[in-house]
């Protein structure tokens, strides 16, 4: 969905109310309809209205494409069943003997795509420290296409320069992706440092309340979007209209949500920190933290409601996740509820014994909008 009605001089927080929400048309709804329906009427044999079949294309979801197209300051947008399907779609953009560098802490579920999907078929793969140049001009290689950035990264929350990242790899002729689900729109515009295109998880915080799983590519450019368009359709990774209603419904409260989040951090991170059995916090909001700078320089309005801490030992960090009430145990991340889970032997369980594996005593916090008074205290009692 093109995103040229973005109105572009309103502020992001309007724009996700408005852009490509205008009332219905038939009866002047102020919620987008959810159009359940697997196919259109047309008006002649070969003209359809816009769509002929909803694989290609449904009004909910278009709602929700120009939305967040908008808030990201693309000029395209295109929305599937799951974050994993707008990678996969995206990835089908590559050719045998491709090549995609990703960073050494990527989210496992990518790093499982491409080793254990893609790379059979001749898409190759490495990881390095995108945080260091030297080792990107390293790294990238004559056949790199893609340079894959999380930042802030999932789960150790290392922050990644975009710009520097996207003039070394333009300068090698590579696309830069960034997956901006836990920052989102709200706090870090890609595009506008350069990237080629954002990918989410729209599961997480754009939809926001724990009750679809959705993904999304934003992109500026205009083959692409194309081409992703044609792939839309052709391999059918699409999200119905109830997913699609959903997540436009939780556009609506992105930006007042994440200022909760953001906040509720950092008042948490500033607790572990001062904690004498925590050994280490990994918040880009703490000073100490090694891409503090970075964060401050291209986010805005706060840096995540995402808290990581090492609790010492592996079984240290089972048993805390296992004693707090309010933090509930699961997986997942950017809802209302605040959860808890140890990455090792849950989210991250993909990439044991490979470079990725992400320590044993990592705990990994989703601050939700609770009260964060009972959220320190709930932390407390399980830390003991």
């Known amino acids: 969905m093109s995103g040229d009605d973005a109105r572009p001089e309103l502020h992001p927080d309007t724009l996700a109310i408005h852009a490509g929400q205008d009332p219905d048309a038939l009866y002047g ?69 491709d090549h995609v560098l990703l960073g050494d802490d990527v989210y496992g579920g990518t790093y499982r795509l491409l080793a254990k999907v893609f790379e059979p078929w001749g898409i190759a793969h490495t990881t390095c420290d995108l945080s260091e140049p030297g080792a990107i001009r390293e790294a990238i290689r004559d056949e790199t296409r893609v340079v894959w950035i999380e930042t802030p990264s999932n789960p150790l929350l290392k922050v990644v320069d975009v710009s520097a990242v996207t003039a070394i790899a333009h300068d090698a002729g590579a696309r830069v992706v960034v997956d901006n689900t836990f920052a989102t729109p709200a706090l870090q515009r890609p595009l506008a440092l350069g990237a080629d295109v954002v990918v989410h998880s729209v599961t997480k915080y754009l ?116 004693r707090t009430e309010l933090f509930f145990l699961a997986e997942s991340l950017g809802g209302v509820e605040s959860l808890i889970e140890v990455p090792g032997p849950m989210t ?34 399980a830390l003991g």
């Open 29 to 97: 709804s102020v919620n987008v309809p959810i159009y359940q329906t697997s196919t259109y009427a047309q008006d002649a044999v070969g003209r359809p209205k816009r769509w002929d079949y909803a694989r290609g294309g449904n009004p909910t979801r278009a709602a929700f494409e120009t939305a967040l197209a908008s808030l990201e300051g693309g000029a395209w947008c295109r929305a599937f069943a799951s974050g994993l399907g707008a990678e996969t779609t995206l990835l089908l953009t590559l050719r045998p003997g």
């Open 207 to 322: 939809g926001g309340h724990s009750d679809l799983i959705g993904g999304a590519l934003v992109t500026d450019d205009e083959e692409l979007g194309e081409g992703l368009a044609f792939l839309v359709n052709a391999v059918g990774a699409v999200p119905g209209p109830m997913d699609s209603y959903l997540a436009l419904r939780g556009l609506k409260t992105l930006g007042v949500r994440m200022q909760r989040h953001c906040d509720s951090a950092m008042h948490l991170a500033t607790f572990l920190a001062g904690h004498q059995r925590v050994s280490e916090v990994r918040y880009p909001g703490l000073e100490a933290h090694p891409g503090h700078d970075v964060a401050a320089r291209q986010m805005h309005g706060g840096f995540g409601g995402m808290v990581s801490f090492r609790a010492g030992s592996a079984e240290r960090a089972i048993a805390i996740a296992e």
């Open 348 to 381: 991250h369980a993909s990439v044991a014994g490979s470079p990725l594996e992400v320590p044993d005593d990592l705990v990994r916090l989703s601050v939700g909008l609770e009260d964060v008074r009972d959220l320190e205290a709930d932390l407390a009692r």
